[in-house]
């Protein structure tokens, strides 16, 4: 089992500013890929970005070049959001995969005009 606990999100303008962070406890292989997903209301989960043990990121278009993820170890991700538009607001959620996926309970993140 992995848990997992977000922390970083908030109210923020635009244009402005805030970073994630996640950790996961539990039984952690050293081989894994962790990342942020985010869910508007009344819409679906998206990819944000991952980025798996060995440095390999994957962005959505929509956040290139304004977000950026890293990670520090095989635990813990963060991602560091520049620029950002009201229609980044969302619950943020951390993911985990290894050969199953694991779920944070997410952060919210409020981008106001």
């Known amino acids: 089992q992995v848990q997992l606990v977000e922390s970083g999100g908030g109210l923020v303008q635009a244009g402005g500013s805030l970073r994630l962070s996640c950790i996961a406890s539990?039984?952690?292989?050293?081989?894994?890929?962790m990342g942020w997903y985010r869910q508007a209301p009344g819409k679906q989960r998206d990819l944000v970005a991952f980025?798996?043990?060995?440095?390999?990121t994957t962005y959505d278009n929509s956040v290139k070049g304004r977000f950026t993820i890293s990670r520090r170890n095989v635990n813990t991700v963060s991602l560091q959001m520049n620029s950002l538009k009201v229609e980044d607001t969302a619950v943020y959620h951390c993911?985990?995969?290894?050969?199953?996926?694991?779920w944070g309970e997410g952060t919210q993140v409020t981008v106001s005009s």
């Open positions: 980025i798996t043990t060995d440095g390999t």
């Open positions: 993911n985990y995969c290894e050969d199953r996926c694991y």
């Open positions: 539990g039984t952690i292989s050293i081989v894994n890929r």
